[in-house]
Structures are given as C-alpha cells and as structure tokens.
C-alpha cells in the first residue's frame, strides 16, 4: 500500500478520506523541517508538501520511491517541477479553492490602501488622527483603472469584483485572452508598459518563475502614475522590495498593499515605518474553509493519482 509523507500541521477534516484508506504520516503541533522529511522520505510514495517546503533536487534524488508531490497551493514555485517531470514524478497542486479567497484579498488591499481603512484605524487608536473634511483623503477607486498582470483564474475573478466597483479593467499576460473571454469579463488587452502608465491600480496575479523574478522593479515603478498603488497577493519576489520601499518614500507611486514579501514571512522594516502601505502576512487563503478545502484537494490528487478514479490538476510544465 502507498505511503504518504505530509510535511505540515493541518486540520484534519479535508485528510479524512486520505486517512480512511491509506496509512498517512503527519507531524503533531508543528510543521516537519527539511531535515526530518529528508530523513523519512526515502520510505514514502507521496509527498505532500506545503507551498513554502522546498522540494529540491537534493530531496528528489533521496527519494527512490517518490512517485506523486501533491503541493497545498495553486503557486508551485517551492518545487523542482522540471526536475520531477525528467524523474516521472507527478506534480498536482490546488487551484480551485485558492482563487476567490486570493481574489477577495486583493481586492481587499484595494480598498483599504485606496481608502485609507487600517492607516485612519491605526492612527485613531494611537491618537494621532487629524480629524476633518479635508484630511485622511483617499482614492475613490470606481471609475478608476486596474491594471492585472497575470490574467490566469486569480486575476479573472478579481477583474470580476473590480468592475463590480466601477472599475475599469485592463490586464497584461503573455497569452491574450480570446476576444470573447475578453468581452465577457468586460477586459482590455494592454502591454505591461502600456498598463504600468494607464493604471490607478496595478495589482499582481502572476506566478513566480524565473523569468517573473522582480516582474515590478525600479523601471516599472517609475512608469506607474504616480498617483498609482500596487498591490502583490502573488509572491513576494515578483516585486524588488527595496525599489518598492523607495518608491513609497519618494513618492513615485502612492501606495500599495502586500501579502506577501521578498524575503520570507516578514516585510523589510522599512516597510512597516510608512503609512501609505498595507501589510498582512500571507493570508490569502486564511480561513478554516478554505484551509480544509485545499487540504481536501489534496487527497483528491493523491487517491486520484494512485486509483485514477477521479481527476487531478496536474502541473504539466514548470
Ligand atoms: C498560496 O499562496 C497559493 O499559492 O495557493
């Protein structure tokens, strides 16, 4: 019978069928490290790995039995996919939970960066609020631009809350869309530079590749409006965090909202010292239904891929 390795802590109602039929090893109250997946790895037929455990060809290659990396994630830049594939190890991740909650959050950024939500929040509780008709103005969002780089499921379902809002949509991706999708979704075409200097706001949707590798840097920002906010729900390192923080200082764009970070779980404390930024850690898909549902697609995966009575989003290149 299969044996299946999950690298993190998780609820374990979305495991339940998983662990009905298969003898499934988690840890208890923490996540596993490297070391101790590297240790054990070499016994297991599946790999579950969370978007942030490495997959490396260090892992790949002490792992003679591996057959299947089911990762809890829509994003699957922790893994060596190209290298996986050369060893006929199937590659499955989780987009359909991921998308509207990735969406809401963007979304959320918007507004709150625009509107200046937790920044008046912020400066009410620690009382250094200037109260009137005239201050803590904001940007009025409907009948304003946002520019979508990266038109894949994430940035649909956010161009579909933008024009709710009034917004005018346009978006960039290396493959248009066709011109009745384009339609039905109420979306402009428009090159990256063109939408860097349309766009109130710019918000990434893409994923981290090597080539996306700091997709916004010091060029980028200087053609975006300066009246412009970014927003980053994607990967950290799409976006060169020290040309943002100088960006933000000197006021070549206005503002911008960031769930995620170049360097890891924490932005640059520069960041935090700036009021014209929105910070949350990674929470695109933080809530218990969510949570359990991506888990859930993950058995999917792993009892599809073993018994091939389902289907699977299988990864097909990196
Ligand atoms: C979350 O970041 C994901 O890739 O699903």
């Known amino acids: 019978m299969a044996r299946i390795l999950v690298t993190y802590d998780m609820f374990r109602e979305g495991f339940k069928e998983l662990e009905d039929k298969y003898e499934v090893t988690f840890p208890t109250g923490r996540d596993f490290t490297y070391e101790e997946v590297y240790e054990m790895l070499p016994e297991y037929d599946v790999l ?27 994003g699957y830049n922790n893994i060596d996919v190209a290298y996986c594939l050369e060893k006929g190890i199937t590659v499955t991740n989780t987009p359909g939970p991921v998308t509207a909650p990735t969406a809401n959050i963007a979304l959320g950024l918007l507004l709150d960066t625009a509107r200046r939500i937790t920044e008046c929040d912020r400066k009410l509780r620690n009382q250094t609020i200037r109260v009137g ?53 109420n979306v402009t075409y428009a090159s990256k530079e063109e939408l860097l200097k349309q766009s109130d706001f710019v918000s990434i949707n893409a994923p981290y590749t090597p080539e996306t590798h700091h997709l916004i840097g010091e060029a980028e920002l200087q053609m975006m409006k300066s009246s412009a906010i970014l927003i980053n729900t994607a990967r950290g390192p799409l976006v060169d965090e020290h040309a943002l923080v ?45 949570r359990v549902e991506m888990a ?20 097909l290149r990196p």
């Not at 579950?48 to 792992?63: G, K, Q, T, W």
């Not at 009575?309 to 299988?314: A, G």
Request: glycine share 10%; hydrophobic share 40%; with cysteine.
């Open 48 to 74: 579950c790995s969370m978007f942030d455990f490495p997959v490396n060809r260090e892992l790949i290659d002490h792992a003679p039995n591996l057959r299947l990396v089911s990762n809890y994630a829509v």
């Open 246 to 290: 100088k960006a933000l200082k000197e006021g070549t764009i206005r503002g911008a909202g960031l769930d995620v970070f170049e360097f890891g779980d924490y932005p640059l404390p520069e960041l935090l010292e700036l009021d014209n930024v929105v910070l949350t850690p990674h929470i695109g898909t933080q809530t218990y239904e969510t």
């Open 133 to 185: 008709v005239l201050e803590n103005l904001g940007a009025p969002v409907t009948g304003q631009t946002l520019g979508i780089i990266g038109m894949g499921r994430i940035g649909k379902a956010l161009a579909k809350r933008a024009v709710a809002c009034g917004m005018e949509v346009i978006y960039y991706k290396r493959h248009p869309l066709y011109i009745d999708e384009e339609t039905k979704l």
């Open 296 to 315: 859930q697609t993950v058995c999917n995966n792993v009892i599809g891929f073993l018994e091939g009575d389902r289907p699977i989003t299988r990864v």
